[in-house]
């Protein structure tokens, strides 16, 4: 069974860097896609990013390319979050999602990591 | 406010069978497969139908997904108790290049 084990939550001020971290185990890491979703009260769930591991292929949602950076290392099996100078907009609820078939099918999900900055 | 259109809330009655649509354009919905994902209070999202009707392993038959032109149901048969969730359909948007999931629906089971 695929398992994603995310960092925990994370208050931060406005302008701090920040990395979110994703362990994924159960399925082989190179060959499935991950990627991230936010949600809030506001705009509910939004796609962020995925990427593949394989080849560090990665697509972005228009509304986040240029803000965040997805990554990986695939030593750790391990898939990253990263901002360079959060914005409180940024907040949210953060999950990773594994695809096992097509990458805009998100077939398992993470526990989440809630981002608060303020 | 988000590109695929769902009712807020929906409401059964145990037993009961009730719909959850979802509305979109051609660019999305009239042209790509629809998911499904159900999220209980406090937890994770969970893939609850995928390529518009099927499920993956696990899920009931009663959870049963469709699409008609740009628009799609997820049909919930026998309903339960443990169906109280929020669902969220999502589908490939050829505009955004990408995921789009709609606004969620709340169903209560009186």
């Known amino acids: 069974e695929v398992q994603l084990v995310q960092s925990g939550a994370e208050a931060k001020k406005p302008g701090e860097s920040l990395t979110l971290s994703c362990k994924r185990s159960?399925?082989?890491?190179?060959?499935?896609?991950i990627g991230w979703v936010r949600q809030t009260p506001g705009k509910g769930l939004e796609w962020m990013g995925s990427i593949y591991p394989g080849d560090s292929d990665t697509r972005y949602s228009p509304s986040f390319k240029g803000q965040v950076i997805i990554s990986v290392d695939m030593s750790i099996s391990t898939a990253y979050l990263h901002w360079s100078a959060l914005k409180a907009s940024d907040s949210g609820l953060f999950y990773c999602?594994?695809?096992?078939?097509?990458?805009?099918?998100?077939?398992?999900w993470g526990q989440g990591t809630l981002v608060t900055a303020s | 406010q988000s590109v695929l259109s769902q009712p807020p809330s929906a409401s059964g009655t145990p037993g009961e069978r009730v719909t959850i649509s979802c509305s979109g354009s051609n660019s999305n919905i009239g042209n790509s497969p629809v998911n499904w994902y159900q999220q209980r209070p406090g937890a994770a999202p969970k893939l609850l139908a995928y390529?518009?009707?099927q499920r993956p392993s696990g899920v009931p038959a009663r959870f049963a997904g469709s699409k008609s032109g740009t628009s799609a149901s997820l049909a919930i048969s026998g309903l339960q108790s443990e169906d109280e969730a929020r669902y969220y359909c999502a589908t490939w948007d050829d505009n955004l290049k990408g995921p789009v999931f709609g606004g969620g629906t709340e169903l209560t089971v009186l």
């Open positions: 390529s518009t009707d």
């Open positions: 999602v594994s695809s096992r078939s097509s990458w805009s099918i998100f077939d398992f």
């Open positions: 159960g399925v082989s890491f190179f060959s499935y896609w």
